[in-house]
């Protein structure tokens, strides 16, 4: 089983400022097969990034995925106030899938 | 637009089982991978099972295995997951998704196990 490993596990920042979550896997993933998700209180959760770095239509470009191997990245590069939440990678390269445990961003 | 909807939580006493589905509509159900996928109250996601198009590969989560069945009906664009021998720790809100990488996302059903 690949583990992910996502740090930090709360990321305190301010509206406008940039944020850069980390993933790192317990062995190598296919860049084709890693991807992240963003969940809101209440809510499912939203794919926004496949393939490592491929942005899913109608998620702003401020979300930028990257990385190869066993660490991945996701940046985004302007706060709003609608991007605090919960972030997750996901490896689909080989079963069982698996999620990392989580990045909350917060408010400052 | 893509819609699915789970239904067949509820609350259901250790030892027991039940049989979570997903209606899909929206898109052609027969072309696509589903997965199920759960969170337990104030927990990450954990990655359950999912099902190739035609049903003829079936993956499940170490942790849970011997306890589920997933299985699909592409004629009734349904999902289904078969959950055995409940217990408190499979207490969670079941999403099923669309694809292998869950590009598409229900609302949940709600797994209450308890006495």
């Known amino acids: 089983e690949i583990v992910l490993t996502q740090s930090p596990g709360t990321l305190p920042l301010s509206p406008g400022e940039r944020a850069t979550l980390s993933c790192r896997a317990s062995q190598s993933v296919g860049s084709s097969y890693l991807a992240w998700y963003q969940q809101k209180p209440g809510q499912a959760p939203r794919l926004l990034i496949y393939?490592?770095?491929s942005r899913v239509a109608g998620i702003p470009d401020r979300f930028r995925g990257s990385g190869s191997g066993t660490d991945f990245t996701l940046t985004i590069s302007r706060l709003e106030p609608e991007d605090f939440a919960v972030y997750y990678c996901q490896q689909y390269q080989s079963s069982p899938q698996t999620f990392g445990q989580g990045t909350k961003l917060e408010f400052k | 637009e893509v819609q699915l909807v789970e239904s067949g939580g509820g609350l259901v006493q250790p030892g027991g089982s039940l049989r979570l589905s997903c209606a899909a509509s929206?898109?052609?159900?027969?072309?696509?991978?589903m997965t199920w996928v759960r969170q337990a109250p104030g927990k990450g996601l954990e990655w359950v099972a999912n099902i190739k198009q035609d049903g003829s590969e079936k993956n499940y989560v170490d942790s849970l295995k011997g306890r589920l069945t997933i299985s699909r009906d592409n004629a009734k664009n349904s999902l289904y997951l078969q959950i055995n021998s409940l217990r408190a720790e499979d207490t969670a809100l079941y999403y099923c998704a669309r694809g292998r990488m869950c590009e598409s996302w229900g609302q949940g059903t709600l797994v209450t196990v308890s006495s």
């Open positions: 929206g898109f052609t159900f027969s072309l696509y991978w």
């Open positions: 393939g490592a770095s």
